[in-house]
């Protein structure tokens, strides 16, 4: 069996917030809703419930996500 590695929540999110449709987070370029995929984002009626779902979270290599990417790398000297 092939255990993935254990991403910190601090690897994986972008943003987060609470708002009258719940509890948000975006994942950062590369990580999509393991959930959902294809998504790169996470809404769930509690922090408790988003932060489970964020346990689901895969690698993305989506176009946007590689266009992101490329795009951080170049603003930081080629660094991700």
Known sequence: MIRRRSKTNRELIAEQ???????????????????????????????????????????CDCAECRELIARAAAQNGGAR
């Open 17 to 59: 917030y609470r708002d009258s449709d719940g509890f948000w987070i975006y994942l950062k370029p590369g990580y999509q809703n393991g959930f959902d995929p294809g998504t790169h984002g996470i809404v769930e009626d509690t922090k408790r419930a988003a932060y489970e779902t964020l346990r689901g979270a895969e690698p």
